[in-house]
């Protein structure tokens, strides 16, 4: 597996409604990693393009808000289109340390892996605690972080990513991993530190009513993934009805 260097890969931040962070976010990753960046800009009211741009990133503008993995989805396009091998995406309210990010290109390298999360257990509250451990029984996926968003993609992993199996997919956490994981991509995790984002909250889990309505739309989603993966192992007998 060749191993990514930073200066191969770009830097996808979504963002939507960021305008008091994003510029820091762009001039960390440019000062640190030296790559390209590439704001995906989800339908803002307010001045994150301008901002972005003033800071140094590439700007890409959606006329709709698509979420955070709609907008992820189009910047891992963008890059396969102009040539990039290697996707870095982080938040834009300032969570992730620019600091943080050469660990994920080192595990990348010690790991041999497709895709490398960070990962920050201590920021995780009760509600995500739980909602952790239901997901590592409902999904077998071992992991200890399922909505970080700070992540490297090689360009293998990019190419699933980009196809339109990927492109439903309501969340860039369990839905992304479960298609990643059932292609054979090898996804680790890397311990990483975080901060409290400065501005707003989390839309996903904000409340315990948001965190209800979030984990029963993954757990249906997982529950489809899988009757789909045993329906299309199934045999089928010579004049059987589809």
């Known amino acids: 597996m060749p191993l990514l260097a930073p200066a191969a890969c770009l830097a996808v931040v979504p963002a939507r409604d960021e305008v008091a962070t994003v510029a820091e976010v762009v001039a960390g990753v440019r000062r640190t990693l030296g790559c390209g960046v590439l704001v995906v800009d ?12 003033a800071a140094g990133a590439e700007v890409l503008m959606l006329p709709i808000g698509l979420g955070a993995w709609g907008a992820s989805q189009a910047g891992i396009r963008y890059a396969l289109r102009n040539g990039y ?32 999360i960070g990962t920050c257990i201590e920021r995780l509250s009760l509600p995500k605690r739980i909602a952790w451990q239901y997901l590592r029984l409902l999904t077998g996926l071992r992991l200890r972080d399922f909505t970080s968003g700070l992540r490297l993609y090689d360009v293998q992993a990019m190419r699933m990513l980009a196809a339109p199996e990927a492109s ?11 298609l990643l994981a059932s292609k054979g991509m090898r996804i ?34 997982c529950i489809s993934r899988l009757d789909l993966g045993n329906r299309s192992s199934r045999p089928t007998s010579a004049g059987a009805e589809p």
Do not use: C
């Open 85 to 116: 091998r290697g996707v870095i995406s982080l938040d834009a309210d300032g969570q992730h340390l620019p600091a943080s990010l050469p660990d994920l290109f080192i595990a990348h390298q010690r790991e041999h892996a497709n895709v490398v």
């Open 188 to 221: 680790v995790e890397t311990p990483t530190v975080m901060q409290e984002r400065k501005e707003g909250h989390s839309r996903v889990f904000a409340s315990w009513a948001m965190v209800a309505r979030y984990m029963f739309h993954t757990t249906i989603l």
């Open 168 to 178: 439903l997919l309501d969340f860039q956490d369990v839905g992304v991993l479960m």
């Open 42 to 53: 989800d339908a803002s009211t307010d001045g994150t393009a301008s901002a972005a741009r």
